[in-house]
């Protein structure tokens, strides 16, 4: 979520070795900040047994969802015209996707209510997968489940009683403010556990200075005890949509900053991984960057095997205002540098690409326009596209032997993400989804497939997409439209399959509600991840409602679910 507020300068304490870049209209500022120390904390069964209620003297209310303004292209006020690529994808008709291996309950807003003393929209669902576990976070909360069985192992948990009985002070300790994120590490098999967090004033306005709250396991047992840092944002700048990515050389995060009611550009924070998986101070990279129109940033979050040593860490955003007849996607290359006290590491922008025609704009100015049935009594209201942005995650994955998306290489890096655009027509929201594919021996990036998901008139948004080891690409994604209560579903395509489009859909679980609640916020983002044992198996966790009243007090309940597209991947 994105919130803004007033508030009083704070000076922040950070090494002053920076440099300045810039670039047509981009402009970077790096620094290194200062190290952060680490606290251990008890084993979450430990604190399983002994967490009865919340720390917080005040629950968060989450504010209404603000956006960058998206515009338009020009051309599409004088006559319509036409995404070929939804043309494309209709002309196919689709197969029924293999059924879900097994689909099981995770938190909900119900357990928000318990532990907070009331509820929070939106759920900001998200979760991963290891060997053994599936770990989950919503709005404040998160919690473990054997993932064989889907049953729960711990009770849901605020991130804040795991620094508070740590013996840590802040709002890491007191406040559960949310954007939570969790990541398997297979690199190391440990866990990465985050939130963001601030102190408020008496009047209830946030106040610097901005935190962020790491968790980073000591083993690869997510019920086990972490190592847990508390970082502060720099400048005074509130960092929002915090989004993370697992690196070889780091821990990659990026933020959107806001400052005094405005945005003030994005950032790109890299935290040392090696001395924070030994829970050793950790330094942080820092990355201001300054580009009008540039959308919220994701940094890569690698799948598979290594690839090729020095390889960056690749972070991506679109161009919003784009008013021609394709959009840009930018991408940037950062690299991670602690060897010395005052090294910032680096980052550059590689070369755009530019993307098939689409109308960015789903709803005609506002955010607001996804169909749904009527609700509690019969009050029908729309939803929140979010279609600002890309949605988590952005995927990288290495072939080394075969490059499934481009047989005329050898060997390929691909990323793959989506965001959320208009479908076949105002008020119908589509997934548009895309593989890129990088040739290692020139390092250029290039599209080599991209597609729109608007097989009917439903809409489908929110979605996260994956490859697996075979190529097989997957997309989860809610779906709803006025005679379909917002529902789970996936879609994906075989490594084979004819190129640009989707060829199969299930429904990972069906709503039985619709959501009233007036400011419309509907998950924000979700998470597809691939497991790690088999490098075949998709899992996927997003929020639905189980009644029409749920929906009007905002008890979301949530949902995660594991499916394969093919018995050929093994």
């Known amino acids: ?207 610097p200075p901005y935190h962020e709250c790491i968790a980073i396991s000591t083993t690869d047992d997510p019920t086990g005890s972490y190592y847990l840092y508390d970082t502060i944002i720099p400048n005074n700048n509130q960092g929002d949509y915090p989004k993370f990515g697992v690196w070889k050389d780091g821990y990659y995060m990026t933020i959107e900053q806001f400052k005094n009611h405005q945005k003030n550009g994005s950032a790109v924070m890299v935290f040392d991984r090696q001395r924070m998986l030994q829970g050793q101070s950790a330094g942080v990279n820092y990355h201001a960057i300054v580009s009008p129109g540039l959308s919220a940033l994701l940094p890569s979050d690698r799948d598979g095997d290594s690839p090729p040593a020095g390889t960056p860490n690749y972070v991506i955003g679109i161009d919003i205002n784009d008013t021609g007849t394709f959009q840009t996607l930018r991408i940037f290359e950062v690299k991670a540098d602690f060897s010395k006290a005052m090294t910032t590491g680096s980052i550059k922008e590689s070369p755009s690409l530019n993307s098939a025609f689409y109308n960015p704009e789903v709803c005609n100015g506002s955010q607001i326009c996804i169909p749904q049935p009527s609700g509690f009594n019969n009050l029908q209201l729309q939803l929140n596209a979010v279609s600002d942005r890309l949605m988590y995650r952005l995927q990288y994955r290495y072939f080394a032997q075969n490059c499934p998306v481009d047989n005329t290489l050898k060997a390929c890096g691909t990323l793959v993400f989506n965001h959320t655009i208009r479908g076949n027509k105002k008020g119908e929201a589509a997934v548009r989804w895309y593989i890129l594919k990088q040739n290692t021996e020139t390092q250029a990036w290039s599209i080599a497939q991209q597609g729109t998901f608007a097989p009917d008139s439903t809409s489908r948004w929110m979605g996260s997409a994956a490859l697996n080891k075979r190529g097989d690409l997957a997309i989860g994604y809610s779906m709803s439209s006025r005679s379909l209560y917002p529902s789970i579903g996936y879609a994906g395509r075989l490594v084979d399959d004819a190129p640009n489009r989707l060829s199969m859909e299930g429904l990972l679980y069906a709503g039985q509600g619709a959501q009233v609640d007036p400011g419309a916020r509907w998950g924000d983002y979700t998470m597809l991840s691939v497991d790690p044992v088999d490098e075949c198996t998709f899992w996927y966790t997003n929020q639905y409602y189980a009644n029409n009243e749920d929906g009007y007090y905002g008890l979301w309940r949530t949902r995660i679910g594991s499916f394969k597209l093919s018995d050929d991947c093994f």
Request: hydrophobic fraction near 40%.
């Open 1 to 207: 979520m994105i919130m803004k507020s007033s508030f009083p300068a704070f000076f922040c304490l950070c090494i002053v070795s920076h440099v300045l870049y810039a670039n047509d209209n981009i402009t970077f500022e790096s620094k290194r900040l200062p190290a952060i120390n680490s606290k251990l904390s008890p084993s979450l069964l430990e604190l399983n047994q002994t967490e009865t209620k919340s720390l917080s003297t005040q629950r968060h209310v989450v504010p209404l969802h603000t956006h960058l303004t998206i515009k338009q292209p020009t051309f599409l006020q004088e006559k319509r015209v036409p995404d070929l690529l939804i043309t494309a994808q209709q002309k196919f008709p689709l197969i029924k996707a293999p059924a879900p291996l097994i689909t099981f309950e995770g938190a909900n807003g119900n357990d928000i209510d318990t532990v907070f003393g009331s509820t929070s929209l939106p759920s900001d669902v998200n979760g991963d997968v290891g060997p053994s576990h599936y770990v989950q976070m919503v709005q404040g909360l998160y919690q473990i489940f054997d993932k064989q069985t889907g049953d729960a192992l711990i009770k849901p948990l605020k991130l804040s009683s795991l620094f508070a009985a740590a013996g840590m002070k802040g709002p890491c300790a007191t406040e559960d403010e949310g954007d939570p994120i969790v990541l398997y590490d297979a690199l190391a098999t440990r866990w990465l556990l985050s939130q963001f967090n601030f102190k408020r004033q008496k009047n209830g306005i946030d106040k």
